[in-house]
């Protein structure tokens, strides 16, 4: 299970990558969509995948008698979640306005304050 | 009082969220912007006050136990990082109340800076790396609103690199994070400091040292990750640049300082060697752009990054004295270059332009202006006895105490071609004749300062500039401050014990 989530998480930093690096802005939002939702699943798998086992104490025990899931990784990958949905969100905004403002289709075009 | 921790985040809070309650009411907002400041200033050197004399503070937040619960914590790094954002978040509102438009002003602008502002002291306070990339993200999200708001071509063109690259900066940081998660199950600094020290695989530990290095070194614009900065920070309005110039990127280099001298002095002589690199050829990429460039803001733009590379210079030594070189050195360039920022506002007010070849005459048409500017550069430039000259002393002594003669070399030789850059705006700005025909694209009319306007814009630059003297002429108190810092990031032993109450 492990490995098989290494690879797609492997692919989807790949792919994120790859789209980053191309001319289109349209491109590069998805780029940044994928590659976020590459690290959350890393963050997933890098903490262990544990299937089945609930993270509850039973009420006569002070502590876990067996190994189980750990649930702060999902509070983590939650939060990561609510901050780059709200990042995406402003920078499609961002990107939208500047293509009404300025038509460019390319990142090339967009060079007026680069050095 | 331990409380006392979490005033500086939630202060601004209040005043951002008030400021939105009274989103109609610019000139409520201004009053509330300002005073809202103040009392931030006034909580962080309350807190540098404690912390200097009882030693470093720490609160769990919700009183949950370190390590599982999210720790606040102030040691006098942190705190000297805090009251200086708070003095340049003071001092900038009272700038913008003169020099910001109204259109802007009733688009929220005190909100997002105090967002800003809440942002930058959480990074600086949080004892929790996971905490650390929320409060980035708070920070961020504020920076982003500031560049782009009043949507102007270049304003947009600028921060979409500014957004795009940050982004990637925060991917790479929260990549790292999850590997750290998954190897030691925690993300308590000071658990995590015990656990790396404790014995973990070498390469595993040089691999996230190097993805760390990677994500602040693009939020810190170190070579070779700083194009997103030249390209940004001359598009805003001038208020936000200095607010951006002294503060941004001192967060990225007040976490690299963190995280290089808390979590990863494994490896030392492969780690911080390759910062020491890093920060020459920082130091030299930056001053060479700046003197390629004829706009006032893009100069100094380029000029932050090459400053960027004494501070990280002082990390990459790696010893006590070089330490308390790179924190003296933050504290007078964040004072100066926020400082030269507003100098390059009021030279654009006057005259209509930021480029240098339409600038001139400024020493006589406004004599303090010149003086204010004089000080800050020099300084800058590292002209005795100005504050600069210190900084950067006490960096090219602790580099010759351990033999880098190299990197020495390398600094004092970017400190003279920073005096160049700083002479060239000297000579066309203020110096130089005005040219009389001036080309499209420049303002024409330009009203003389109102009395109002002359205090809000004048004030903040003459506190600047004699706090630079004071840093100057009375250096001793601020190095101690300083040399205390650094030896509380040495020794760890402190930090882990406020935090944890305990020591290994």
């Given at each position: 299970m492990e490995i098989l989530a290494a690879i797609v998480v492997g692919g989807l930093f790949g792919a994120g990558v790859y789209l980053l690096m191309s001319r289109s802005p349209v491109r590069l939002i998805i780029g940044l969509v994928l590659l976020s939702n590459a690290i959350n699943l890393l963050i997933f798998t890098a903490a262990g995948l544990i299937r089945g086992k609930v993270p509850l104490i039973p009420s006569d025990a002070l502590r876990a008698v067996e190994v189980t899931a750990d649930p702060l990784p999902q509070a983590l990958i939650l939060t990561a979640i609510v901050i780059s949905f709200g990042v995406l969100a402003f920078a499609l905004v961002l990107f939208s306005r500047t293509f009404k403002t300025t038509s460019a289709t390319t990142l090339d075009e967009m060079k007026a304050t680069d050095t | 009082m331990k409380l006392l921790l979490v005033l500086p985040i939630l202060i601004p809070l209040i005043t951002a969220a008030f400021c939105l309650l009274f989103w109609r009411l610019r000139s409520v907002q201004r009053v509330l912007g300002v005073l809202g400041s103040v009392a931030h200033l006034v909580t962080a050197l309350w807190l540098l006050v404690s912390v200097r004399l009882d030693g470093i503070i720490a609160i769990q937040v919700g009183n949950w136990p370190a390590p599982f619960g999210i720790t606040l914590v102030a040691d006098l790094f942190s705190v000297i990082m805090t009251v200086l954002a708070a003095l340049m978040g003071l001092m900038v509102v009272i700038y913008s109340l003169a020099s910001m438009d109204s259109g802007r002003e009733s688009s929220g602008y005190y909100a997002f800076f105090h967002f800003l502002l809440m942002g930058v002291s959480g990074v600086f306070l949080t004892g929790d790396l996971f905490n650390l990339y929320v409060w980035f993200e708070v920070m961020l999200m504020s920076s982003f609103v500031l560049l782009a708001l009043g949507g102007e071509k270049h304003q947009l063109e600028g921060a979409i690199k500014y957004v795009t690259l940050n982004l990637i900066s925060s991917a790479i940081f929260l990549t790292a994070l999850g590997i750290l998660y998954g190897m030691l199950g925690t993300l308590n600094m000071a658990d995590l400091s015990l656990q790396i020290r404790g014995g973990m695989n070498m390469g595993i530990v040089s691999t996230l040292a190097m993805l760390f290095l990677v994500a602040f070194g693009i939020k810190s614009a170190l070579f070779p990750l700083f194009f997103w900065l030249p390209a940004s920070y001359h598009t805003p309005p001038v208020a936000v640049s200095a607010i951006f110039a002294g503060l941004l990127t001192k967060v990225g280099v007040y976490t690299l300082v963190r995280v290089f001298t808390l979590l990863f002095v494994q490896d030392v002589a492969y780690t911080h060697t390759i910062i020491l690199v890093i920060a020459g050829l920082t130091m030299v990429t930056g001053v060479l752009g700046a003197m390629a460039q004829d706009e006032f803001r893009r100069i100094l733009s380029f000029h932050i990054i090459s400053q960027v590379g004494y501070m990280i210079m002082g990390l990459g030594l790696f010893t006590p004295l070089a330490l308390a070189g790179s924190i003296f050195y933050i504290m007078h360039h964040i004072i100066v270059k926020t400082n030269l920022f507003l100098v390059s506002g009021v030279a654009r007010r006057l005259q209509g332009s930021y480029q240098l070849n339409q600038l001139g005459g400024l020493y006589q048409a406004a004599p303090a202006l010149t003086i204010i500017f004089m000080i800050s550069a020099f300084s800058l430039a590292g002209?005795?006895?100005?504050?600069g000259f210190w900084a950067k002393l006490i960096l090219v002594k602790a580099s010759l105490d351990i033999t880098a003669y190299l990197i020495a070399a390398t600094a004092l030789a970017v400190g003279l071609l920073t005096l160049f850059s700083m002479s060239k705006i000297w000579a066309a700005a203020f110096w130089g004749e005005q040219p009389q025909a001036t080309a499209a694209g420049v303002e024409q009319v330009h009203l003389p300062l109102k009395a109002s306007e002359k205090i809000a814009l004048y004030l903040p630059m003459i506190v600047l500039g004699l706090l630079t003297l004071t840093i100057g002429f009375m250096s001793a108190p601020f190095f101690e401050l300083a040399t205390h810092a650094a030896d509380q990031l040495l020794d760890p032993a402190a930090y882990i014990h406020a935090v944890l109450g305990r020591v290994k």
């Open positions: - | 002209i005795p006895p100005l504050s």
